[in-house]
C-alpha cells in the first residue's frame, strides 16, 4: 500500500519538523556539550573554572555552552557567593529524552508498515526482519 493513500498515516509533515527541531538535538549534537553532561555526571556540581579546567575551549566558550544547557533545562544553577555552580539534572535529561522516544513511537505506529509493532514488541531493529522476516 502506498503511503500518501494509507489512512493510518496520520503524521504530517509539520509534526515531523517539531519531532527533528527539538532543542535536546542541539544540545546532544555539540560534542563539547556531550562532554560537559558527562563531566557533570561523573563529577557533580562544579563551577565554571573547574569545569573549564577539564575542556580545551576557552571558559567563555564553556559558559555558553552552560548557559545554553540551563535554559534548556538539563543543569541546575546555584550561585553562592561569586561561585556559579552548576550540575546535571538527570531525571531533565531523561524525560527529554523519553519524550523523544515518545514521538518517535508516535511516528512508526502512524505508518502504513505494521511491522514495526512486531518489531518493538521482540526487540529488532527493521534490518533483523528483513534479514529473517518472521510470518
Do not use: W
Not at 65 to 94: C, P
Amino acid at each position: 500500500m502506498k503511503r500518501e493513500n494509507c489512512e493510518k498515516n496520520a503524521i504530517t509533515p509539520e509534526q515531523m519538523n517539531k519531532l527533528f527541531q527539538q532543542d535536546i538535538f542541539k544540545i546532544l549534537g555539540e560534542n563539547i556539550r556531550m562532554e560537559i553532561i558527562k563531566f557533570l555526571a561523573l563529577n557533580g556540581p562544579a563551577d565554571i573554572s573547574t569545569i573549564s579546567e577539564h575542556f580545551p575551549q576557552d571558559r567563555s566558550v564553556i559558559s555558553k555552552h552552560l548557559k545554553m544547557m540551563k535554559e534548556e533545562g538539563l543543569l541546575i544553577l546555584t550561585v553562592i557567593s561569586r561561585h556559579h555552580y552548576y550540575q546535571l539534572d538527570g531525571m531533565a535529561f531523561l524525560y527529554k529524552m523519553e519524550a523523544v522516544v515518545s514521538d518517535i513511537k508516535v511516528v512508526l505506529k502512524n505508518t502504513c508498515d505494521d511491522t514495526y509493532d512486531y518489531l518493538y514488541e521482540h526487540h529488532l531493529t527493521y534490518k533483523n526482519y528483513l534479514e529473517d522476516p518472521q510470518d
